[in-house]
């Protein structure tokens, strides 16, 4: 079993990861978590479906279940306080807990959930897609979206545990395995040439979702999460640079009314903002191409939507990172540097008409 600890100045956590970690008996590591406290398991509809033993083995844990509707749709205000006063009516109390069963959207609004009901209760997170598992379950971003734009509404709430097992993988939807893996892209950007390789070396284990492939795919992206998170919990320096490729990502979701998947609107984000970091000379060509072949690797969907300039930055002015009427990108730069870059809208079109 791999297991890596996330500290956060002495509030710590396990992260496990192991094939079959979630295999009928579940294991001491998790069983001893589980055993003191009251649950509610929050999962979709999904998950439900596609992971029943699964599900039935940790609702078998629960003392009350929610199931939603899967998609970014389900992310609003609307539903959280569906969820909560459906807590508060089951007497839920403030030494019970949460536990996410499900993709990032079941997380973020559990833990969003978990982290405002009485203030804050414990919870843990099951992640079930491979996006999931190598970014979101980690660090602990909890958020809604508002009619403004997305996860405009959240918290930094980390969980008591995250719990994953690459086997869930193996029942995962081709376009579900290929946006979580845009996020692994992600990775081996900001890491550098090395984590590049070794995808490169590795491609048809990954193909094939080898379980220890998987496995150690998995780790090495959370541990360079973990440690850009343990140094910047709450995004004021560093862990700015975990939005490669986001502030794209973030308009073109919106702008398709979230039918565009997170992880395909990443795959989009990362090719247009490795050209941006080209034009303004920050990466030369042959690294640039060289990043977008790797991102190229991931199958792009059948019918792309190509939006208009004009309307990418319009909803690139709403995101959440930008300062002083400027857009902010985090983009790569030679010698496997990441910085924040700020641009007026204008600059933008300029640069990329």
Not at 50 to 71: A, H, Y
Not at 122 to 130: C, E, K, M, S
Request: proline share 3%; glycine share 8%.
């Amino acid at each position: 079993m791999e297991m890596i600890t996330a500290d956060f100045q002495g509030r710590s956590y396990p992260i496990l990861i192991k094939a079959d970690l979630l295999e009928s008996p579940l294991p001491k590591e998790i069983t001893s978590t589980l055993k003191d406290s009251r649950w509610v398991l929050i999962s979709d509809h999904n998950v439900a479906c596609e992971q029943l033993s699964l599900f039935e083995l940790i609702k078998e844990r629960s003392c009350l279940n929610i199931v939603i509707s899967p998609g970014e749709k389900s992310k609003t205000i609307q539903k959280a306080e569906h969820i909560l006063e459906t807590m508060a009516e089951n007497n839920i109390n403030r030494y019970d807990g949460i536990i996410a069963l499900g993709g990032g959207v079941v997380g973020d609004l559990a833990g969003f959930c978990a982290s405002v009901y009485m203030r804050g209760i414990d919870w843990i997170q099951i992640p079930t897609t491979l996006l999931s598992q190598v970014d979101s379950s980690v660090g602990g971003k909890t958020g809604i979206n508002l009619k403004a734009g997305k996860n405009l509404a959240g918290s930094f709430y980390q969980p008591q545990a995250v719990w994953i097992d690459p086997l869930v993988l193996n029942t995962l939807a081709e376009n579900e395995f290929w946006g979580g893996f845009a996020e692994v892209v992600k990775y081996a950007i900001i890491k550098g040439e090395n984590f590049g390789k070794w995808i490169e070396d590795n491609w048809s284990n990954i193909l094939s979702r080898q379980p220890e492939t998987m496995t150690q795919l998995i780790k090495k992206c959370i541990e360079c999460k973990n440690d850009i998170v343990m140094a910047d919990e709450r995004e004021k320096g560093l862990r700015k640079v975990l939005n490669v490729g986001h502030t794209t990502a973030h308009a073109i979701e919106k702008l398709s009314q979230f039918q565009i998947g997170h992880g395909e609107a990443v795959r989009q984000g990362m090719l247009f903002e490795l050209e941006l970091a080209s034009r303004i000379n920050w990466l030369g060509l042959e690294k640039c191409n060289s990043y977008k072949e790797l991102v190229k690797k991931i199958p792009a969907a059948e019918e792309e939507d190509i939006f208009p300039l004009s309307d990418l930055i319009r909803e690139m002015k709403k995101d959440k990172k930008n300062r002083e009427e400027r857009i902010s990108f985090v983009l790569p730069k030679e010698g496997n540097g990441i910085e924040e870059i700020l641009l007026f809208p204008e600059e933008i079109y300029e640069i990329m008409i």
